[in-house]
């Protein structure tokens, strides 16, 4: 059996108002993010991943499950909200 690290990664948003007020383009990246989110999670990469509640200083977090720091980082390079 192949051992399992976690990576813990915080993003933010390029603006504080982003989680109260996303424009079009935000709100498909964030839809976009979620499916990208769910195929990790049904892939077993993803461990747990959502969005802080603090407007002030808004985050989300997300953690991977994988062998390689490597691999983290390039899952984490393909995610739309990253790549945008």
Not at 10 to 17: E, F, K, M, T
Not at 26 to 50: N, P, R, V
Not at 57 to 67: K, M, Q, R, V, W
Request: charged content about 30%.
């Amino acid at each position: 059996m192949t051992k399992k690290n976690y990576f813990y990664v915080v993003i933010r948003p390029l603006r504080q108002d982003f989680l109260t007020n996303p424009d079009e383009t935000e709100t498909k990246i964030m839809s976009d993010h979620f499916h990208y989110l769910k195929s990790l999670l049904e892939q077993k990469k993803l461990y747990l991943a959502g969005p802080t509640l603090i407007l002030e200083d808004p985050f989300g977090l997300i953690i991977l499950e994988t062998e390689t720091e490597e691999e983290a980082r390039t899952l984490l390079e393909n995610d739309p909200s990253v790549k945008a």
